[in-house]
């Protein structure tokens, strides 16, 4: 079955420099999805991503995100220079098409600690 | 603006019990979605099922059951003969059809603890 992959699964950085967490969506999806989650708290919505430009974003996509379709096959999140307060469980996720009959599959994520 | 509410932080219940997660919901569309996820120890998001705002039967599939009513918001899931298994963080999540990109809203969660 196709699913979504993330990698790194971990990344330790420092606090200021910059970090591209990676997703594979499945691949004859449009619709591709960054959420996060501070630990014990619940998912946020950061940015969808459609026909190679930004559909929607949260106020949490600040001039910090950034967000890629580089190829034809990843979808990157960078955060140009991390805050202690990035630290989070980031989950990529991807949809088929807009119809109503779609759900969203999301990847296992990518715990980002910043110290 | 949309709103989800999961007012129980925490349940516990001991094994072969049955346990009821409530979520109530907020929004001023009129075609939206409603979602429930499993969050495991491991992290990750489980799908458990997805209701539009036009289908307010109730749907069982095993021991997992959920209540639509949109006369009080609500979107409750039931697991009846709780197992261990069972134990996992449950989200409630709200998609609206007119924001265009059906992002998800999430509510603050409610972690289930099944005592063996």
């Known amino acids: 079955e196709p699913e979504v992959t993330q990698t790194p699964s971990h990344q330790v950085t420092q606090m200021g420099q910059e970090v591209i967490l990676r997703c594979v969506p499945i691949?004859?999806?449009?619709?591709f999805y960054w959420y996060r989650q501070i630990l014990g708290q619940k998912v946020e919505f950061l940015v969808s991503f459609y026909n190679n430009e930004i559909s929607e974003k949260s106020e949490i996509f600040d001039d910090q995100f950034s967000v890629e379709r580089p190829d034809g096959s990843n979808f990157t999140l960078k955060i140009r220079s991390t805050k202690l307060e990035d630290s989070a469980m980031y989950f990529c996720?991807?949809?088929?098409?807009?119809?109503?009959?779609?759900?969203?599959?999301f990847g296992p994520g990518t715990r980002l600690t910043v110290t | 603006a949309q709103k989800v509410t999961q007012a129980q932080t925490e349940i516990s219940v001991v094994e072969k019990e049955d346990v009821t997660l409530d979520c109530v919901y907020e929004?001023?569309?009129?075609?939206?979605?409603l979602f429930w996820y499993k969050q495991p120890p491991s992290g990750e998001l489980v799908f458990l099922i997805r209701r539009n705002s036009f289908d307010e039967q109730n749907e069982i599939s095993g021991r997992y059951s959920w209540n639509f009513q949109k006369s009080t918001s609500s979107f409750n899931f039931t697991i009846t003969a709780s197992q261990v298994v069972d134990s996992a963080v449950y989200f409630c999540a709200l998609s609206e059809v007119q924001t265009g990109a059906n992002n998800l809203f999430f509510g603050t969660g409610t972690r289930l603890t099944v005592i063996p």
């Open positions: 929004t001023r569309d009129t075609t939206y979605y």
């Open positions: 691949s004859n999806h449009l619709y």
């Open positions: 996720a991807s949809r088929m098409d807009r119809g109503f009959s779609y759900e969203q599959y």
